[in-house]
């Protein structure tokens, strides 16, 4: 299994219509370190290419190429490209095989895995909850400012905002917001609340002060009891 | 124009169906606020609860009549809120009266509108 790290990338490049043993060489390739337990491999068309021969090949709709460059890539731990080379050089026909060394970041998470807790869902104890009140026709850069603003708080790591729509009341203009059967365009009074902590809703507030221009923020202290989540499906495979 | 101070939060819980003097409870408070002058108000409705009474309110399709939970809340200064809540007394019959101290922001688009408290 990969892991975070020193590791080697290895990239081979073969042509599309090569073979080994009548089957296509980057499908044996791909079937061998599958076989071989390689923790992933991606296979990649070019769209034009030469080799060592120097023909050029292009992807053109008249003629139908076979001879378009593949590549095959897969990262994995020294001790096991070691393993893997005499075999691949076979496969790889005359194809060109390259191995860089590579650092492993994040290692890839089988998609069953249960995901450790993301830093902005554990929060405890005291908290704020931020609420804000804007119009239901208020608008940012051509979307309901309502909707700008759950997207931006998703962008921002805010643990969760729910948004409720008011059915009557008045604010700064006197406005009177009505809910009305059969009216559509509606103007309602819309609130967002979201609790998070404290550094985490004032490092959002600069974000609310250039997509609001109208509206009310209200900062309150809570406690939190409970706040418990399920891990994502992934699905990355 | 951007202004920041401390302010009280006043929510309201009562039922939809509550009247006062014959006139639907959310009209009677929110014409109250907007004679004693209070910055604002926004009214929600609930689609599920209970309240002292215990009665299960809920929203039903076929049922027109509807007592969903309804709750009103008023953002404004500690002066402006306990202006109000002396009148809302004698409106809300059977309900509940929240107050909770908070940090406001509040953003208004043109500098020459009058702060409304």
Known sequence: ?237 | MKEQFEARMLRIYFGEADKWQGQPLQEAILGKCRELGLAGATVFRGIEGYGSSTRVRRERVWKLSRDAPMMITVVDTEAQIEKLLPHLDGIVGEGLIAVSKVEVIRYTRSETKAKSS
Not at chain 1, 47 to 57: I, N, Q, S
Not at chain 1, 191 to 217: H, N, W
Request: net charge negative; no cysteine; charged share 25%.
């Open chain 1, 1 to 237: 299994m990969l892991t975070t790290g020193k590791a080697l990338k290895v990239s081979i490049t073969v042509s599309e219509g090569a073979t080994y043993h009548g089957a296509a060489a980057y499908s044996s390739i791909l079937d061998f370190l599958f076989y071989r337990g390689v923790s992933g491999a991606t296979v990649l068309k070019g769209v034009a290419g030469f080799g060592a021969d120097h023909h050029l090949h292009t992807a053109s709709v008249v003629e139908v190429s076979d001879k378009l460059p593949i590549r095959i890539e897969f990262v994995e731990s020294q001790e096991k490209v070691e393993q893997l080379l005499g075999k691949l050089q076979e496969l790889a026909g005359s194809g060109l095989i390259e191995v860089q060394e590579t650092n492993v970041v994040k290692p890839p998470r089988h998609s069953k895995e249960k995901a450790p807790a993301p830093e902005h869902l554990r929060i405890e104890g005291k908290a704020r909850m931020m609420r804000i009140y804007v119009g239901e026709s208020d608008r940012w850069q051509d979307k309901p400012l309502h909707e700008a603003l759950v997207q931006a708080m998703r962008a921002n790591d805010i643990a969760g905002v729910t948004v409720y729509r008011g059915i009557g009341g008045y604010g700064a203009h006197r406005r009177v917001h009505k809910e009305k059967p059969l009216h559509l365009s509606r103007d309602a009074s819309i609130m967002l609340s979201a609790v998070d902590t404290e550094e985490k809703l004032k490092g959002f507030l600069p974000v609310v002060d250039r997509m609001v221009e109208e509206g009310l923020v209200v900062l309150s202290e809570v406690d939190i009891i409970k706040y418990s989540w399920r891990a994502p499906e992934v699905d990355v495979e």
